[in-house]
């Protein structure tokens, strides 16, 4: 073989074998940047649980409930490829132990709940949102061994952040304000309504 057909088979060699690594950088490459992308999305339906704190004040009575509160949300994401902007619903229900005593009248707020709106800014795993919704819940006065209860709704507003810290997985921590509206209690002789903050932390997966 001559020196020019040598020649001619290492140049085409040493191309083919560029070409070669450029595809396997690019076909290795890819999977990084989609694997990215997924990490870091916020779109799609979460289930999970919180735990925190609620401080209020009942309308008309000398009373200031507080108290633990706990429960779980559920709540469905969109956000557009390449877009930070996240938009969502969220309901929740939540257990609390909150009430106070004033004489011989005591006011608790045993449960509420409530269906909000999200919208919020991503930088890639770490969200921020302001929600805003309807909130109901449950107020109880006792004295003298009578109860009387009441259910409420009213509007619920806040803002929080949430982080993703794992794949599926991301925690929040949120301030919410709750306002019931008002209603009239028999054994009070008078109309009652609650209004509360919440700070609670909580853990979602993400489907």
Not at 6 to 12: I, K, V
Not at 33 to 40: G, I, M
């Amino acid at each position: 073989m001559t020196r020019f057909g040598l020649g001619t088979l290492a140049l085409l060699a040493a191309g083919w074998s560029i070409q070669a690594q450029a595809a396997d950088f690019s076909y290795n490459s890819r999977p990084l940047t989609v694997q990215r992308l997924d990490a870091n999305s916020w779109a799609g339906p979460y289930l999970g649980g919180n735990f925190g704190y609620a401080w209020g004040s009942v309308e008309n009575a000398w009373t200031k409930p507080s108290g633990f509160i706990g429960g779980v949300q559920a709540g469905y994401n969109w956000q557009q490829p390449n877009s930070p902007w996240v938009f969502g619903v969220e309901g929740d229900i939540q257990a609390s132990s909150a009430d106070d005593t004033f004489a011989a009248w005591k006011f608790s707020n045993p449960w509420f709940g409530t269906v909000r709106g999200r919208g919020g800014y991503a930088f890639n795993n770490l969200l921020f949102y302001g929600t805003l919704g309807l909130a109901f819940g449950e107020l109880r006065a006792a004295t003298f061994g009578m109860t009387e209860s009441h259910t409420n709704v009213g509007l619920a507003a806040g803002l929080g952040a949430e982080f993703g810290f794992a794949p599926n997985w991301s925690a929040k921590i949120e301030y919410l304000y709750v306002d019931f509206a008002n209603s009239n209690f028999v054994i009070t002789g008078a109309s009652h309504g609650l209004s509360f903050g919440t700070v609670r932390a909580g853990v979602n997966y993400r489907f």
